[in-house]
């Protein structure tokens, strides 16, 4: 929690820079709140489906896969440990859209660090690159749910495939 304070300190500067030199679009910005320096992992769904660190080890890949990730495992879950786990060469895995579905939820998609994971995957899910195509496919699930009248449970594995194959592809 120490860390915190001057993160805070360095964000409330940096907003105050934004103000000076922008102040028409900055002018009456004000830092409404900030997470926790170092603190990865917080809350995540139980999924439909769940990724396991073996999963991510292994190169899965899931039948009903929405995204493609090849990030090493980077699990640094407390200040004394710090596991770095690079992949091999053209070593990839699937995150599975059951991943994203809440397990007793309708019509609710989780992307990112809250998709059912457990914290070796997640560590390796969680970056920036994962988290995009998590969103594109969360987007393309609504659009198809929107246009077919389902539910995010019953889209159509195959239509949201299709939109996602440059993802998903093996090149």
Same mark, same amino acid.
């Given at each position: 929690?120490?860390?915190?304070?001057?993160a805070?300190?360095?964000?409330?500067?940096?907003?105050?820079?934004?103000?000076?030199?922008?102040?028409?679009?900055?002018?009456?910005?004000?830092?409404?709140?900030?997470?926790?320096?170092?603190?990865?992992?917080?809350?995540?769904?139980?999924?439909?489906?769940?990724?396991?660190?073996?999963?991510? &080890? #292994?190169?899965? %890949?899931?039948? /009903? @896969?929405?995204?493609? =990730?090849?990030?090493? !495992?980077?699990?640094?879950?407390?200040a +004394?440990?710090?596991?770095?786990?690079?992949?091999?060469?053209?070593?990839?895995?699937?995150?599975?859209?059951?991943?994203?579905?809440?397990?007793?939820?309708?019509?609710? &998609? #989780?992307?990112? %660090?809250?998709? /059912? @994971?457990?914290?070796? =995957?997640?560590?390796? !899910?969680?970056?920036?690159?994962?988290? +995009?195509?998590?969103?594109?496919?969360?987007a393309?699930?609504?659009?198809?749910?929107?246009?077919?009248?389902?539910?995010?449970?019953?889209?159509?594995?195959?239509?949201?495939?299709?939109?996602?194959?440059?993802n998903?592809?093996?090149?």
């Open positions: 929690m120490g860390a915190a304070w001057p805070r300190a360095e964000a409330e500067r940096a907003a105050q820079l934004l103000r000076d030199q922008f102040p028409s679009v900055f002018g009456h910005a004000r830092l409404r709140r900030l997470g926790y320096p170092g603190i990865r992992q917080t809350r995540t769904i139980v999924g439909r489906t769940s990724l396991s660190a073996d999963d991510i &080890l #292994a190169g899965r %890949r899931f039948p /009903d @896969a929405i995204a493609r =990730a090849a990030w090493p !495992v980077e699990l640094h879950d407390s +004394a440990d710090y596991r770095w786990q690079p992949l091999p060469d053209s070593h990839s895995y699937t995150v599975p859209y059951g991943a994203l579905l809440p397990a007793e939820l309708s019509n609710v &998609l #989780a992307v990112g %660090r809250c998709i /059912d @994971a457990d914290p070796v =995957a997640l560590s390796s !899910v969680r970056v920036m690159g994962p988290c +995009a195509a998590m969103g594109v496919a969360a393309h699930a609504a659009d198809l749910a929107l246009l077919s009248g389902r539910d995010f449970a019953t889209v159509d594995i195959a239509s949201l495939q299709r939109r996602l194959a440059p998903l592809g093996d090149s």
